[in-house]
């Protein structure tokens, strides 16, 4: 009997490969592709940009669309007729909807939600953002407990699946290199606690609470604190809060870079202020860095974070995450202690390569089952 495994072409769909979380996990899925099984071809309903590259890299090709929404999906469903693809993975609740393109066709369809359910979709005309996202896939993946519920609440007809995001471990020479060299490049010594908020400069992530603590920390306490990421509206927001504080010896905007890791790992303290997320791969980032954190209660941290023993998960108010930073900092032994123990769980539970895994078997399954129907 022949060993003969056919390869199946798939079009795997995202929003954008620009900001960098959902890319890094998209890149993670393709670099641990079979290609014996598999035949992935990406395509972008949005903007390239700086993972477009790595992924390119990876000899595999992208496909950006143009033009409207209905225009981008009828030349989805052409491409997809065209390279004869056989499975769908959108990576995103934005562009489950793309599936509704292959209405009518084999085509076995997965979706995503890599955020709080249905928070990230537009507020106009949510209600038809969130049908589409449901109605475009017949299969869900969510990279956090909380979401895998609402989506199984939402709709009973669909198969859905808990996968978290994967993060790649790091040397602790690299750790080490990159924390002297960015302590030294913002003139910290090794005596002063700093803290670390990574993200984008959006009302999401909240970087005016992660101001407001920073400012209840350092009124009894000397701290450093700075905050990367690229403007998307707020900066001159942020730095005016800054200066009516009169922290701008304390808090620094340091806008964006091209591998926040290198920042996260000098820091004594990741502070996460958002008031939603998905899975946040900066939190998984610091983990892996061995670095404590400190979070709002927003969606996913609590299958990342036992409270207490691999960070602190607190609440929204400034006062308690000021509390937890400030113990924290006051504290070198149980930041060791905490970043050690968060750094040996998150190798294990959220291994790249077994994440991936889970994903492609995914497809896999359902693909066969449907073409079983």
Request: positive net charge.
């Amino acid at each position: 009997m022949s060993s003969y495994i056919a390869t199946k072409t798939i079009a795997v769909m995202i929003g954008q490969l620009v900001h960098g979380g959902s890319e890094r996990q998209l890149y993670s899925f393709l670099r641990h592709c079979d290609r014996s099984r598999w035949r992935p071809i990406v395509f972008v309903s949005g903007a390239l940009g700086p993972w477009e590259q790595p992924i390119l890299d990876l000899d595999l090709p992208i496909r950006q669309l143009q033009g409207g929404k209905f225009q981008k999906m009828t030349q989805f469903r052409s491409a997809c007729a065209e390279i004869g693809a056989q499975a769908f993975f959108s990576w995103s609740s934005h562009t489950n909807g793309f599936g509704l393109a292959l209405a009518g066709s084999k085509i076995h369809r997965v979706g995503s939600f890599r955020n709080a359910l249905f928070s990230d979709l537009p507020q106009r005309l949510r209600r038809l953002w969130k049908w589409s996202s449901l109605a475009g896939v017949s299969t869900i993946v969510c990279n956090s407990r909380e979401a895998q519920i609402a989506c199984q609440r939402e709709s009973e007809r669909h198969a859905v699946f808990y996968v978290p995001n994967a993060v790649d471990k790091l040397p602790e020479k690299q750790i080490q290199q990159w924390r002297a060299a960015w302590r030294a490049r913002l003139g910290i010594g090794d005596e002063t606690p700093l803290i670390v908020g990574v993200g984008r400069l959006t009302q999401q992530k909240n970087f005016k609470r992660f101001i407001e603590t920073i400012d209840l920390v350092h009124r009894h306490r000397t701290v450093r604190a700075v905050i990367v990421g690229p403007d998307c509206g707020c900066m001159a927001e942020l730095q005016e809060q800054i200066n009516a504080l009169g922290l701008q010896a304390a808090v620094q905007l340091l806008g964006s870079l091209p591998d926040a890791r290198e920042l996260i790992s000098a820091a004594d303290i990741f502070l996460l202020s958002s008031d939603h997320e998905g899975m946040p791969n900066v939190i998984l980032e610091a983990m892996a860095a061995g670095v404590p954190c400190v979070t709002t209660p927003v969606n996913s941290v609590r299958d990342l974070i036992l409270s207490g023993h691999t960070g602190c998960v607190s609440s929204f108010e400034p006062a308690e995450l000021a509390r937890c930073v400030a113990r924290l900092a006051d504290d070198r032994a149980l930041r060791k202690t905490i970043g050690d123990k968060a750094r040996a769980w998150v190798q294990t539970a959220h291994d790249p390569g077994k994440i991936a895994e889970t994903l492609w078997d995914i497809c896999e399954q359902n693909y066969c089952q449907l073409s079983k129907a």
